[in-house]
């Protein structure tokens, strides 16, 4: 079994001149901003030992009060996020041997009823990413081994809903796929670690649309990639874990990567790396599995690794997901 468990889940690059868009540029303009949405619970689930725990987040960002403890789940998943449709959040669970996807809502919490539950579906994805775009929520699985992407919409009750797209002949070489949403619409970013190339499409309506960005001169480097937004601005996180080098972009409200707006050698040891936002700031959390520990830094308003708020020295060693909702 393969297993590829994605949280929801840093390059020498040549820009294009005067198309580099600033974070103090980008600020200037509010008709482009994105509204954060704001988080309060963090999920943590151990496939090894099929134990999930949730926390609420306190208002100043550190781990707050353990509101669900629960042992003895299946320990087959490959594949374990969190998401929301408007309000509502749901944990979704794949698993690649049977081609099971199990939802439950959390919404309060804590892993609640169960929405969708179903057996037999594709056993090849290798990568399932939520993708948010204007007031709906689609889900995009991607199988490396044929080249295949398909986007399904997701209901408001927790279920798989109808699919929107399709694509049968894509590159098979992708390592990790993000998204994000910007004033200006949603996208989907790909990235290819053999090569250092990176390619960004428009979704429009659960639909995989025009290629708005191509580059293939990066790092090869990069094992953790994340989006998420900074005063209403995205921005693009890259990770490598062999030389802990960590960097920041900007992303254009147009989908294209536009200038670094940070650049910092730090401890190459973590596993798991998550952005947040809290009343208008945003943090980000790092995890080390061999020690069990995790440390949470402020994120500057000009996009840098700001102070070290949280240090939690006692967690589990077994975490394969965290993700914040």
Sequence with gaps: MKKLILAFTFITIALQGSNAQTLADLLKNFNIKKNSTVQTNIFFFDTQNGVN????????????????????????????????????????????????????????????????????????????????????????????????????????EGTLGEKTCEKTSLSKDWNSIVSFESGMGSYLMFYNKTDGAIKTYQINDGILNHKVDDRTQISKKWSHIHTYLLNGINLISFFDNTTGMF???????????????????????????????????????????????????????????????????????????????
Excluded: H
């Design 53 to 156: 725990k949730v926390y609420d987040l306190a208002p100043d960002g550190k781990l707050g009060t353990k509101t669900f403890d629960k042992p003895g789940l299946s320990k087959e998943w490959d594949i374990v996020l969190a998401y929301n449709v408007g309000e509502v959040n749901y944990s979704f669970f794949y698993d690649n041997d049977n081609g099971t996807i199990k939802i439950y809502n959390i919404s309060n919490g804590e892993l609640g009823q169960k929405t969708y539950d179903k057996t037999g579906l594709n056993k090849n994805w290798d990568i399932i990413t939520p993708i948010k775009d204007q007031e709906s929520t689609y889900m995009a699985f991607y199988d490396a081994s044929n080249g295949i992407m398909k986007i399904y919409k997701l209901t408001k």
């Design 247 to 325: 960097k920041t972009y900007v992303l254009s409200p147009e989908g294209k990567l536009g200038e670094k707006a940070f650049e910092k050698n730090i401890n190459p040891s973590w596993n798991i790396v998550t952005a947040y936002t809290l009343k208008q700031k945003t943090f980000m959390l790092f995890y080390d599995k061999a020690r069990g520990i995790s440390k949470t830094y402020a994120i500057n308003e000009d996009g840098s690794l700001g102070e070290k708020i949280s240090e939690n020295t006692d967690l589990r060693k077994t975490w394969d997901c965290i993700s914040v909702f």
